[in-house]
């Protein structure tokens, strides 16, 4: 298999400021990852996809200005919500993908107060 | 556009006996499927996976799922569930298997009766 880690697992923040969440393939190289949304009891939103090196697509309806993404390595790619707002708190669940396959992280619960 | 249905919410078995949890999906062309598991405090976790082939899929912890594509539908089985299958399963499209964003179901919450 191929291993995922987010950090952090949980942040809570006030209403206005910016949180950073970071995915890495432990153990592989992941030219392209995925950003979810998971709301409780709901299903996983696609938000993103994350190039190595290049600008990432992001799904329509997701604010690219509201929800930055880098992926300036192979084994990297962070999700940076700018100026969160209670409506923001969510499960953000990342993914590498792998020969054909995606491998998920535990994601991360974030909820802006 | 892809769409996952997952027709059931909840659903409640005893242990030991069969279960099968029902996935219909609306593609264009041939679908990529794929069945995940969601424990609390866990990644996803790949199940199985169609892409081609024998329509009938074997998948770790002994889970298995068929492609029917007369009736649109990937439905999961195992003859036999253990207290530990207890979680959330989701069945998922996808238009290039792994190398594109996949469409979701809602999810399945799975409850095993001692």
Redesign the interface.
């Known amino acids: 298999g191929a291993v995922?880690s987010q950090h952090p697992s949980w942040v809570i923040c006030k209403s206005g400021t910016s949180v950073k969440i970071e995915c890495r393939s432990l153990d592989f190289q992941a030219t392209?990852m995925?950003w979810?949304r998971q709301f409780p009891k709901?299903?996983?939103?696609?938000m993103a996809?994350s190039n190595e090196g290049s600008k990432a697509t992001y799904?329509q309806g997701v604010e690219k200005d509201k929800f930055l993404i880098n992926h300036a390595s192979l084994t990297l790619s962070t999700l940076t919500v700018t100026s969160a707002h209670p409506e923001d708190s969510s499960f953000y669940?990342c993914?590498g993908?792998?020969?054909?396959?995606?491998?998920?992280?535990?994601?991360t619960r974030l909820t802006v107060l | 556009a892809q769409s996952v249905t997952q027709p059931d919410i909840h659903i409640t078995v005893s242990e030991g006996a069969s279960l099968e949890l029902r996935c219909n999906y609306s593609y264009g062309a041939t679908p990529y499927l794929f069945w995940y598991v969601q424990s609390p405090g866990q990644g996803l976790q790949l199940l199985l996976k169609y892409f081609s082939g024998d329509t009938l899929v074997q998948g770790i912890k002994g889970f298995e799922a068929e492609f029917k594509r007369s009736q649109s539908s990937f439905n999961l089985r195992k003859p036999s569930v253990h207290w530990s299958d207890a979680a959330e399963y989701f069945c998922a499209v996808g238009a290039g298997g792994g190398a594109d964003g996949l469409t979701f179901g809602k999810g399945t919450h799975l409850i095993i009766q001692p």
Not at chain 1, 42 to 46: A, G, R, T
Not at chain 1, 99 to 105: S, V
């Open positions: 995922v392209t995925f979810y709901q299903s996983l939103m696609l996809t799904e669940i993914s993908q792998k020969n054909n396959e995606q491998f998920f992280g535990p994601g």
